[in-house]
C-alpha cells in the first residue's frame, strides 16, 4: 500500500491504453485482461509516468476534477493501490 506522497508510480510499458469519449481501457497483451477506468482514474493513470509524485499528481487532480476540490488525496491513492495491486505499476 502506497501512503508517500514523494513516490513516483509508473506504469509498467506493456499495458496499452485506449481513451475513449467516456473512460478508457487498459489491455495487459500477455494475459489479455483489460480494466475500464473512469474519467478520473484515466486522468491519473497518463501521469502515473514516474516523473510525477503523488503530491502532483494530486494537485492536477485537484484542478482537473471538481469532484476532488476538497480531499482528493484519498481517492488519487485509491486509485493508484489499485493499479498497483492489480500489477500494473513497475516496482
Same mark, same amino acid.
Given at each position: 500500500?502506497?501512503?508517500? /506522497?514523494? %513516490? #513516483?508510480?509508473? #506504469?509498467?510499458?506493456?499495458?496499452?491504453?485506449?481513451?475513449? !469519449?467516456?473512460? =478508457?481501457?487498459?489491455?495487459?497483451?500477455?494475459? !489479455?485482461?483489460? /480494466?475500464?477506468?473512469?474519467? *478520473? =482514474? =484515466?486522468?491519473?493513470?497518463?501521469?502515473?509516468?514516474?516523473? /510525477? *509524485?503523488?503530491?502532483?499528481?494530486?494537485?492536477?487532480?485537484? !484542478?482537473?476534477?471538481?469532484? %476532488? !476540490?476538497?480531499?482528493? =488525496?484519498?481517492?488519487?491513492?485509491?486509485?493508484?493501490?489499485?493499479?498497483? *495491486?492489480?500489477?500494473?505499476? *513497475?516496482?
Amino acid at each position: 500500500m502506497i501512503t508517500d /506522497h514523494n %513516490y #513516483k508510480p509508473k #506504469k509498467k510499458n506493456n499495458i496499452l491504453f485506449k481513451p475513449l !469519449e467516456d473512460r =478508457a481501457v487498459l489491455l495487459e497483451p500477455e494475459t !489479455e485482461l483489460v /480494466h475500464t477506468l473512469n474519467p *478520473s =482514474a =484515466a486522468f491519473i493513470w497518463v501521469y502515473c509516468d514516474g516523473e /510525477h *509524485s503523488i503530491k502532483e499528481i494530486i494537485t492536477l487532480v485537484k !484542478e482537473n476534477f471538481q469532484e %476532488y !476540490e476538497l480531499q482528493p =488525496a484519498d481517492g488519487v491513492i485509491d486509485i493508484i493501490n489499485k493499479f498497483q *495491486s492489480l500489477d500494473l505499476l *513497475s516496482t
